[in-house]
T-cell receptor, first 112, second 112 residues
Framework: GQNIDQPTEMTATEGAIVQINCTYQ??????LFWYQQHAGEAPTFLSY????GLEEKGRFSSFLSRSKGYSYLLLKELQMKDSASYLC?????????????FGDGTTLTVKP | DAGVIQSPRHEVTEMGQEVTLRCKPI?????LFWYRQTMMRGLELLIY????????DSGMPEDRFSAKMPNASFSTLKIQPSEPRDSAVYFC??????????FGQGTRLTVV
């Protein structure tokens, strides 16, 4: 089975940097995804890590340490539109992206 | 491509009635997933298909739930009879072996 933990809520200020952590314990590991979900909308893909290290995509970066079962999503130059839920999802060894176990999500509120 | 298409977007039904949710995956995707999202339980995988064949239905809550995929471009999730505790947002997603999951806009189901 898989167990994924993320903070429930975070608050940050517009223009600042925020780091959202995700820890996991899994029976198998084949990649970690971050999704963004605005209220009332579907989750949308942000990033994917399968090897240790940092992946950067514009204002968003994601880091993975497989030995520690740890990932974080880093959001820079925060904008009001970044207020959303951020979901960490771990993919099982034998299956593909969809058979991912999702964390409960971190609700980020960006304040002026 | 229009993305994953789900219908209806909203459904309100009375307890005991049959509910059918529909999904059209992205053309070329050979994996299709049904998720349910609630505040209490987060995003849960109910069932997924590969090449129209159900692979894992361990997330289906009980026999009242059934899913079919008669061809590569269509899937249904049926609840019969529906109960108030089935109220949730149901997402369909599709993908391939090497991609993330692409989510539809979801069906918000309310059972009264």
């Amino acid at each position: 089975g898989q167990n994924i933990d993320q903070p429930t809520e975070m608050t940050a200020t517009e223009g600042a940097i925020v780091q959202i952590n995700c820890t996991y314990q899994t029976s198998g590991f084949n990649g970690l995804f971050w999704y963004q979900q605005h209220a009332g909308e579907a989750p949308t893909f942000l990033s994917y890590n399968v090897l240790d290290g940092l992946e950067e995509k514009g204002r968003f970066s994601s880091f993975l340490s497989r030995s520690k079962g740890y990932s974080y999503l880093l959001l820079k130059e925060l904008q009001m539109k970044d207020s959303a839920s951020y979901l960490c999802a771990v993919r099982d060894l034998a299956t593909n992206a969809g058979k991912s176990t999702f964390g409960d999500g971190t609700t980020l509120t960006v304040k002026p | 491509d229009a993305g994953v298409i789900q219908s209806p977007r909203h459904e309100v039904t009375e307890m005991g009635q049959e509910v059918t949710l529909r999904c059209k995956p992205i053309s070329g995707h050979d994996y299709l997933f049904w998720y349910r999202q609630t505040m209490m339980r987060g995003l849960e995988l109910l069932i997924y298909f590969n090449n129209n064949v159900p692979i894992d239905d361990s997330g289906m809550p009980e026999d009242r739930f059934s899913a079919k995929m008669p061809n590569a471009s269509f899937s249904t999730l049926k609840i019969q009879p529906s109960e108030p505790r089935d109220s949730a947002v149901y997402f369909c997603a599709s993908g391939t072996e090497n991609t993330e999951a692409f989510f539809g806009q979801g069906t918000r189901l309310t059972v009264v």
